[in-house]
Protein backbone atom coordinates (compact mmCIF):
# COMPACT_ATOMS: atom_id res chain seq x y z
CA UNK A 1 0.00 0.00 0.00
CA UNK A 2 2.62 2.97 0.93
CA UNK A 3 4.49 2.51 -2.19
CA UNK A 4 1.66 2.59 -4.03
CA UNK A 5 0.09 5.50 -2.49
CA UNK A 6 4.31 6.76 -2.98
CA UNK A 7 4.05 6.32 -6.48
CA UNK A 8 1.22 8.94 -6.71
CA UNK A 9 1.20 11.37 -3.37
CA UNK A 10 5.02 11.75 -2.94
CA UNK A 11 7.47 9.94 -0.17
CA UNK A 12 6.42 12.35 2.61
CA UNK A 13 2.70 12.73 1.87
CA UNK A 14 2.46 8.62 1.67
CA UNK A 15 4.65 8.29 4.90
CA UNK A 16 1.96 10.75 6.48
CA UNK A 17 -1.33 9.43 4.92
CA UNK A 18 -0.28 5.96 6.05
CA UNK A 19 0.14 6.86 9.52
CA UNK A 20 -3.56 8.66 9.92
CA UNK A 21 -5.09 5.50 7.88
CA UNK A 22 -3.54 2.73 10.25
CA UNK A 23 -4.11 5.17 13.34
CA UNK A 24 -7.55 5.37 12.10
CA UNK A 25 -7.81 1.74 12.60
CA UNK A 26 -6.52 2.07 16.18
CA UNK A 27 -2.91 1.65 15.89
CA UNK A 28 -0.66 3.76 18.19
CA UNK A 29 2.10 5.98 16.38
CA UNK A 30 4.50 3.59 17.46
CA UNK A 31 3.54 0.92 16.02
CA UNK A 32 3.10 2.12 13.00
CA UNK A 33 6.56 3.58 12.90
CA UNK A 34 8.51 0.31 13.69
CA UNK A 35 6.08 -2.29 12.08
CA UNK A 36 6.36 -2.38 8.33
CA UNK A 37 3.74 -4.84 8.04
CA UNK A 38 0.72 -4.54 10.55
CA UNK A 39 -2.20 -7.49 10.74
CA UNK A 40 -5.48 -6.06 9.56
CA UNK A 41 -8.77 -7.72 10.13
CA UNK A 42 -10.54 -8.82 6.99
CA UNK A 43 -13.05 -5.74 7.54
CA UNK A 44 -10.32 -3.27 8.16
CA UNK A 45 -8.41 -5.07 5.11
CA UNK A 46 -11.84 -3.99 3.02
CA UNK A 47 -12.30 -0.70 4.12
CA UNK A 48 -8.04 0.26 3.33
CA UNK A 49 -8.76 -0.98 -0.13
CA UNK A 50 -11.87 1.48 -0.24
CA UNK A 51 -9.44 4.02 1.23
CA UNK A 52 -6.55 3.76 -1.25
CA UNK A 53 -9.18 3.45 -4.14
CA UNK A 54 -10.80 7.01 -2.96
CA UNK A 55 -7.62 8.41 -2.79
CA UNK A 56 -6.75 7.66 -6.41
CA UNK A 57 -9.94 9.41 -7.18
CA UNK A 58 -8.42 12.19 -5.54
CA UNK A 59 -10.92 12.23 -2.12
CA UNK A 60 -8.97 13.98 0.16
CA UNK A 61 -8.26 11.39 3.24
CA UNK A 62 -9.45 13.59 5.90
CA UNK A 63 -13.05 13.91 3.78
CA UNK A 64 -12.46 9.59 3.74
CA UNK A 65 -11.98 9.32 7.12
CA UNK A 66 -14.47 12.16 8.38
CA UNK A 67 -11.64 13.55 10.47
CA UNK A 68 -8.22 15.11 10.78
CA UNK A 69 -6.01 16.38 13.29
CA UNK A 70 -5.53 20.29 13.99
CA UNK A 71 -2.77 19.95 17.11
CA UNK A 72 -4.00 17.46 19.58
CA UNK A 73 -7.91 18.19 18.69
CA UNK A 74 -9.89 15.86 16.48
CA UNK A 75 -12.14 17.49 14.28
CA UNK A 76 -14.07 16.04 12.14
CA UNK A 77 -14.47 17.18 8.51
CA UNK A 78 -16.61 16.92 5.81
CA UNK A 79 -17.21 18.28 2.45
CA UNK A 80 -19.21 21.33 3.57
CA UNK A 81 -15.79 22.14 5.26
CA UNK A 82 -12.04 22.83 4.11
CA UNK A 83 -9.79 20.99 5.69
CA UNK A 84 -7.58 22.80 8.30
CA UNK A 85 -3.67 23.74 6.99
CA UNK A 86 -0.52 23.76 8.76
CA UNK A 87 -0.34 27.10 8.25
CA UNK A 88 -3.79 27.59 10.26
CA UNK A 89 -2.29 25.92 13.27
CA UNK A 90 0.32 28.55 12.99
CA UNK A 91 -1.83 31.24 12.93
CA UNK A 92 -3.76 29.73 16.55
CA UNK A 93 0.17 29.16 18.03
CA UNK A 94 0.68 32.89 17.03
CA UNK A 95 -2.25 34.27 18.74
CA UNK A 96 -1.61 31.56 21.90
CA UNK A 97 1.50 33.20 22.41
CA UNK A 98 1.08 36.59 22.25
CA UNK A 99 -2.25 37.46 23.29
CA UNK A 100 -1.77 39.76 26.00
CA UNK A 101 -5.41 39.46 27.25
CA UNK A 102 -5.91 37.83 30.80
CA UNK A 103 -10.02 36.95 29.33
CA UNK A 104 -10.22 37.86 25.76
CA UNK A 105 -13.36 38.14 24.13
CA UNK A 106 -12.73 36.23 20.51
CA UNK A 107 -14.60 36.35 17.25
CA UNK A 108 -13.32 34.11 14.57
CA UNK A 109 -15.06 35.07 11.27
CA UNK A 110 -15.98 32.64 8.82
CA UNK A 111 -15.13 29.17 11.14
CA UNK A 112 -15.71 26.51 9.24
CA UNK A 113 -15.09 23.46 11.11
CA UNK A 114 -14.38 25.61 14.30
CA UNK A 115 -10.90 24.39 14.53
CA UNK A 116 -9.55 28.20 14.98
CA UNK A 117 -12.37 29.08 17.66
CA UNK A 118 -11.91 25.55 19.42
CA UNK A 119 -8.21 26.21 19.67
CA UNK A 120 -8.36 29.48 21.18
CA UNK A 121 -11.48 28.46 23.76
CA UNK A 122 -9.34 25.49 25.38
CA UNK A 123 -5.58 27.15 24.98
CA UNK A 124 -6.99 30.56 26.55
CA UNK A 125 -8.26 29.55 29.92
CA UNK A 126 -11.04 33.03 30.65
CA UNK A 127 -11.37 33.44 27.15
CA UNK A 128 -14.69 34.22 26.33
CA UNK A 129 -15.13 32.87 22.01
CA UNK A 130 -17.76 33.98 19.25
CA UNK A 131 -17.47 32.22 16.11
CA UNK A 132 -19.66 32.62 12.71
CA UNK A 133 -20.02 31.37 9.36
CA UNK A 134 -22.36 31.90 6.23
CA UNK A 135 -22.82 27.81 5.69
CA UNK A 136 -25.27 26.62 7.95
CA UNK A 137 -24.04 23.39 7.70
CA UNK A 138 -20.31 24.49 8.99
CA UNK A 139 -22.06 25.51 12.06
CA UNK A 140 -23.20 22.54 12.72
CA UNK A 141 -20.35 20.74 12.01
CA UNK A 142 -18.22 23.24 13.85
CA UNK A 143 -20.75 22.69 17.30
CA UNK A 144 -20.47 19.11 16.98
CA UNK A 145 -16.52 19.78 16.99
CA UNK A 146 -16.75 21.77 19.98
CA UNK A 147 -18.63 18.82 21.43
CA UNK A 148 -16.31 16.30 20.75
CA UNK A 149 -13.50 18.41 22.07
CA UNK A 150 -15.49 19.82 25.20
CA UNK A 151 -15.06 23.79 24.50
CA UNK A 152 -17.71 26.23 24.73
CA UNK A 153 -18.01 28.56 21.78
CA UNK A 154 -20.99 30.49 20.87
CA UNK A 155 -21.47 29.42 17.52
CA UNK A 156 -24.10 31.09 15.04
CA UNK A 157 -24.80 31.82 11.50
CA UNK A 158 -24.22 35.09 9.65
CA UNK A 159 -22.31 36.75 6.52
CA UNK A 160 -19.91 39.20 7.17
CA UNK A 161 -20.76 41.08 3.76
CA UNK A 162 -23.51 41.72 5.05
CA UNK A 163 -23.36 41.85 8.55
CA UNK A 164 -26.58 41.77 10.94
CA UNK A 165 -25.76 40.27 13.91
CA UNK A 166 -27.65 40.30 17.24
CA UNK A 167 -26.60 39.07 21.07
CA UNK A 168 -23.07 39.42 20.23
CA UNK A 169 -20.69 41.54 22.62
CA UNK A 170 -20.59 45.29 22.31
CA UNK A 171 -17.02 45.04 21.89
CA UNK A 172 -14.07 42.29 20.61
CA UNK A 173 -10.37 42.12 22.35
CA UNK A 174 -9.60 39.80 19.02
CA UNK A 175 -10.69 39.12 16.03
CA UNK A 176 -9.34 36.11 13.78
CA UNK A 177 -10.14 35.24 10.18
CA UNK A 178 -8.88 32.41 7.81
CA UNK A 179 -11.44 34.12 5.01
CA UNK A 180 -11.40 33.44 1.20
CA UNK A 181 -8.19 34.23 -0.25
CA UNK A 182 -7.20 32.41 -3.28
CA UNK A 183 -7.87 34.42 -6.63
CA UNK A 184 -9.58 32.28 -9.42
CA UNK A 185 -7.02 32.57 -11.54
CA UNK A 186 -4.65 30.81 -9.28
CA UNK A 187 -7.00 27.45 -9.22
CA UNK A 188 -4.88 26.17 -12.00
CA UNK A 189 -2.16 25.85 -9.40
CA UNK A 190 -4.02 23.55 -7.13
CA UNK A 191 -4.26 19.70 -6.60
CA UNK A 192 -7.48 18.56 -8.10
CA UNK A 193 -7.86 17.09 -4.98
CA UNK A 194 -8.89 20.57 -3.55
CA UNK A 195 -11.17 21.63 -6.54
CA UNK A 196 -13.33 18.61 -6.94
CA UNK A 197 -14.06 18.40 -3.15
CA UNK A 198 -13.32 21.39 -0.81
CA UNK A 199 -15.76 23.93 -0.86
CA UNK A 200 -15.22 26.68 -2.98
CA UNK A 201 -17.17 29.56 -1.68
CA UNK A 202 -14.80 29.06 1.58
CA UNK A 203 -11.64 29.22 -0.91
CA UNK A 204 -12.06 31.28 -3.94
CA UNK A 205 -12.27 35.46 -4.90
CA UNK A 206 -12.76 37.05 -8.15
CA UNK A 207 -9.60 38.66 -9.62
CA UNK A 208 -11.15 41.66 -10.32
CA UNK A 209 -11.90 42.07 -5.95
CA UNK A 210 -9.88 39.63 -4.11
CA UNK A 211 -9.93 41.69 -1.00
CA UNK A 212 -13.50 41.82 -0.63
CA UNK A 213 -13.62 39.92 2.86
CA UNK A 214 -10.63 41.99 4.09
CA UNK A 215 -12.34 45.22 3.88
CA UNK A 216 -15.55 43.84 5.49
CA UNK A 217 -13.50 42.68 8.38
CA UNK A 218 -11.80 46.21 8.49
CA UNK A 219 -15.11 47.67 8.40
CA UNK A 220 -16.33 45.65 11.25
CA UNK A 221 -13.15 45.87 13.37
CA UNK A 222 -13.88 49.34 13.09
CA UNK A 223 -17.32 49.22 14.97
CA UNK A 224 -16.47 46.09 17.32
CA UNK A 225 -13.10 45.99 18.18
CA UNK A 226 -11.85 47.86 21.88
CA UNK A 227 -9.37 50.46 21.50
CA UNK A 228 -5.92 48.27 21.92
CA UNK A 229 -7.74 45.28 20.34
CA UNK A 230 -5.43 42.60 18.13
CA UNK A 231 -6.83 41.12 14.66
CA UNK A 232 -4.97 38.30 12.94
CA UNK A 233 -5.60 37.29 9.94
CA UNK A 234 -4.63 34.76 6.96
CA UNK A 235 -3.73 35.55 4.12
CA UNK A 236 -2.90 35.35 -0.18
CA UNK A 237 0.78 35.42 0.19
CA UNK A 238 0.81 37.50 -3.15
CA UNK A 239 -1.29 39.91 -1.76
CA UNK A 240 0.66 40.92 1.59
CA UNK A 241 1.32 44.84 0.59
CA UNK A 242 -2.16 45.13 -0.66
CA UNK A 243 -4.02 43.55 2.57
CA UNK A 244 -1.73 45.41 5.05
CA UNK A 245 -2.40 48.96 3.13
CA UNK A 246 -6.28 48.18 4.53
CA UNK A 247 -5.43 48.64 7.84
CA UNK A 248 -3.21 51.62 8.39
CA UNK A 249 -3.11 54.66 10.57
CA UNK A 250 -5.17 56.31 12.00
CA UNK A 251 -7.67 53.36 12.79
CA UNK A 252 -4.69 51.24 12.85
CA UNK A 253 -1.13 50.77 13.98
CA UNK A 254 1.60 48.42 14.02
CA UNK A 255 0.31 46.42 11.04
CA UNK A 256 2.57 43.35 9.77
CA UNK A 257 3.01 40.26 7.86
CA UNK A 258 4.11 37.75 9.23
CA UNK A 259 6.09 34.64 7.22
CA UNK A 260 4.64 30.93 7.87
CA UNK A 261 7.50 28.14 8.28
CA UNK A 262 8.17 27.93 5.24
CA UNK A 263 9.07 31.71 4.48
CA UNK A 264 5.82 32.62 2.97
CA UNK A 265 4.01 35.92 3.50
CA UNK A 266 0.95 34.43 5.25
CA UNK A 267 -0.48 36.35 8.02
CA UNK A 268 -1.10 39.97 9.20
CA UNK A 269 -1.29 41.30 12.70
CA UNK A 270 -2.61 44.50 13.51
CA UNK A 271 -4.15 46.58 16.93
CA UNK A 272 -6.55 48.74 16.87
CA UNK A 273 -6.02 52.42 17.75
Not at 129 to 157: C, P, Q, W
Request: glycine letters at 6%; charged letters at 25%.
Amino acid sequence: MHSKLTSKFGQQEAGSMTRLIFSSFGYERTQILVNEDLPLANTEFDRLLQIVDALFHDRPLQYILGYTWFGNLKIKVDESVLIPRPETEELVDNITRQCPFAEPVILDIGTGSGCIAISLSKALPGSSVYAFDISGKAIRMARENARLNEAHVHFFTGDILNPAFHNIPPKFSLIVSNPPYVRRSEKKDMKQNVLAYEPGRALFVDDDDPLIFYRAIRDFCLGYLEKGGLVFLEINEHLGAETVSLFKAPAFSGTVVVKDLSGKNRFIKTTKT
